[in-house]
Nanobody
Framework: QVQLVESGGGLVQPGGSLRLSCAAS????????MGWYRQAPGKQRELVAL??????NYAEFVKGRFAIFRDNAKNTVSLQMNSLKPEDTAVYYC??????????????WGQGTLVTVSS
């Protein structure tokens, strides 16, 4: 009923930049929260950034380096990542909390996109 499609991952050198994008489609009435999480090998999934009601929240380890952008008209969310570090290497997941056209709330995850920061 609802699908998230992510793009933009890849290999980048330390200090470089990448932009991740996520597009939501399907039986969507409204979207409340859009965000990004990441999971590094052997570690738990952790919040990177989210946006809700015009406000944004960032994990401490990305403040000043990453920025989240949301386009409500297109149901998309992007994550601009600058000054990337090797420890930013992880699979990044888009996450959305929404209301369905047919009623009901749903939390949806993207398939994940790999970001590798290495020289």
């Amino acid at each position: 009923q609802v699908q998230l499609v992510e793009s933009g991952g890849g290999l980048v050198q330390p200090g470089g930049s990448l932009r991740l994008s996520c597009a939501a489609s399907g039986s969507i009435f409204s979207i409340n929260v859009m965000g990004w999480y990441r999971q590094a090998p052997g570690k738990q999934r952790e919040l990177v950034a989210l946006t809700s009601g015009g406000r944004t929240n960032y994990a401490e380890f990305v403040k000043g380096r990453f920025a989240i952008f949301r386009d409500n008209a297109k149901n998309t969310v992007s994550l601009q990542m600058n000054s990337l570090k090797p420890e930013d290497t992880a699979v990044y997941y888009c996450n959305v909390h929404l209301k369905l056209l047919q009623g009901g709330d749903r939390e949806v995850w993207g398939q994940g996109t790999l970001v590798t920061v290495s020289s």
